[in-house]
């Protein structure tokens, strides 16, 4: 049994000795956690917790009533595992849904995710789409490392705020155009001297992004057309060119029917 069910908030600050290994079994001892901060945590380097699920297990595992994680300054470090780690936060959500349309009580489960001053984190999983049901707020700051977001962050329609801060990210994705209307995006900081795409006039809201990265659609689509519409020519003139009088193509026909001439004369006599 869980040794401290009434505990809904868990605070860590400056545990350089905790790590991944020893975080999990923690935890399972605070099966409804709703707000969980991470702070100066460095030996945490994965989100493995988020799946931990150790026996004997609780009626719900770790993520089931999880509102609210920050992790501050800890030692994330991307890996494969993290995909797993989201798939297993996404499935408890959806079970917690269910249970709470089962019991006609309030069934939606807002997410608010803060990670902030983590200097070896490289980039974001592309499962955090999974997440479009619940994921609210979503603020990354101080994350040198970081270059890019991936594409299913467009999938996050619930998303209310994006903030993005002093990273490396040279161009976001054009799905974030995919994001609501509401969605705040906030991208400043060192982010803004850093960043090309979309250029800083767009940058304002999700409409704006969205209307430069169609324009952006647009013009390769019409670059394509033109290209195909100058190759074509460029294939007519050749082909003129090649069969015209004095022309390599013109002169072989001329040779091959000369030929084949001199061979039906030959045969007919």
């Known amino acids: 049994a869980a040794a401290f069910p009434n505990i809904s908030q868990f605070i860590l600050y400056n545990c350089p000795q905790l790590n991944d290994l020893s975080l999990s079994p923690l935890l399972s001892l605070f099966p409804n956690i709703m707000m969980l901060h991470l702070h100066g945590c460095r030996g945490i380097q994965s989100l493995d917790f988020l799946s931990c699920n150790p026996p004997p297990a609780p009626p719900h595992g770790l993520g089931l009533q999880l ?17 797993t780690s989201i798939r297993a936060l996404t499935l408890a959500l959806s079970q917690s849904q269910s249970r709470s349309r089962s019991t006609n009580s309030d069934s939606d489960r807002d997410l608010q995710i803060t990670i902030r001053d983590c200097h070896e984190l490289q980039m974001i999983p592309s499962s955090i789409g999974l997440l479009r049901n619940n994921l609210t707020y979503l603020h990354l700051g101080n994350l040198p490392k970081l270059t890019s977001l991936p594409a299913a962050i467009g999938d996050l329609h619930k998303l209310d705020l994006l903030v993005v801060r002093n990273t490396s990210i040279v161009n976001l994705p054009q799905e974030i155009g995919r994001l609501q209307d509401g969605c705040q995006v906030d991208l400043s900081g060192g982010t803004t001297t850093t960043m090309i795409c979309p250029p800083r006039c767009f940058r304002g809201s999700v409409c704006a992004m969205r209307r430069y990265f169609g324009e952006k659609r647009l013009r390769v689509f019409r670059g394509l057309v033109r290209l195909v519409i100058l190759f074509q020519k460029a294939r007519m003139r050749a082909v003129d060119r090649l069969f015209e009088p004095g022309g390599k193509g013109y002169k072989r026909c001329r040779e091959s029917f000369l030929q084949s001439s001199c061979k039906h004369a030959r045969t007919t006599e």
């Open 67 to 83: 509102t609210i994680s920050d992790m501050k300054d800890c030692g994330l470090v991307y890996s494969p595992s993290w995909e």
